[in-house]
């Protein structure tokens, strides 16, 4: 199609596509399509990157396509090649399409083309004109997972967030003191060395002093819900406790 051959080096390859492919394979993909003469060979190249595709028109379902009411979707993708209305589109649903892989297939495209779609909030543009599927299919991959990648650290923040807020009762805490409960979260119930606890809350131009770190314990300390509590390990330094690992300590 479009006068692209599949090359030695790509035919050569073709098994190790497969380690692509797996990743995207069950992502739910919304098509949506401005019906012109290209129609047809947009899906039908499409249909080589991705297996799972709904298929909407441009114009006519825009929003409905956009809709999750009945079921959500991973990727969303705009064929067609009128640049200035996809990224319209994108601008006027861009509160709706934030977090979303987005994807826009075209043909003959040029460099300033290109950029003006990725400008408006596209992560890549697939030109049948000069891209194989297996091409898309790598770049694919390579944007989903770098989703995945930064949704999955959201997750772990968000929960980690959750903690804080249950161990202080949602109570504010300083930089410091944050700081502080955020690394004797990370090994609760094993002691964290006065230094290690230093160095969190040092600056570049000022190290804390052991005294000054017993302070925001102490201060620390007050803004500790029941059953939480932080324990002086003796020339070790400190450590968060529960409720059970209280009464062991005593």
């Known amino acids: 199609m ?11 390859c073709a098994d190790q596509f497969d380690v692509f492919r797996k990743p995207i394979s069950n992502l739910r993909v919304r098509y949506i399509a401005v019906r012109d003469q290209e129609f047809d060979a947009r899906f039908k190249w499409l249909s080589s990157v991705f297996q799972h595709i709904e298929t909407y028109d441009f114009g006519s379902q825009e929003t409905y396509a956009l809709s999750t009411a009945m079921r959500d979707y991973d990727v969303l993708v705009v064929g067609g090649n009128d640049v200035q209305r996809i990224a319209k589109f994108a601008r006027v649903n861009a509160t709706a399409i934030s977090g979303r892989v987005k994807f826009v297939v075209m ?28 091409e898309a299919l790598m770049r694919a991959a390579s944007v989903c997972g770098r989703y ?3 949704g999955e650290r959201a997750n772990i923040f968000a929960e980690k967030q959750a903690v804080i807020k249950v161990i202080t009762g949602g109570g504010h805490l300083s930089r410091s003191e944050l700081a502080l409960l955020q690394a004797l979260c990370e090994k609760i119930s094993q002691p964290v060395s006065y230094l290690a606890l230093s160095n969190i809350c040092s600056s570049e131009y ?17 803004k500790i819900v029941i059953p939480y509590n932080i324990k002086s390990v003796v020339g070790i330094g400190y450590k968060l406790l529960a409720a059970n690992d209280r009464l062991s300590a005593q």
């Open 206 to 222: 000022r190290s804390m002093s052991e005294n000054h770190l017993k302070v925001l314990i102490s201060k620390l300390r007050r």
């Open 148 to 150: 995945k990648s930064v």
């Open 107 to 134: 043909d003959q495209t040029d460099p300033q083309r290109r950029a003006r779609v990725l400008n408006a909030g596209f992560d890549d543009v697939f030109d049948l004109s000069r891209m194989l599927p297996e």
């Open 2 to 12: 479009y006068g692209l051959e599949k090359t030695p080096a790509i035919l050569a």
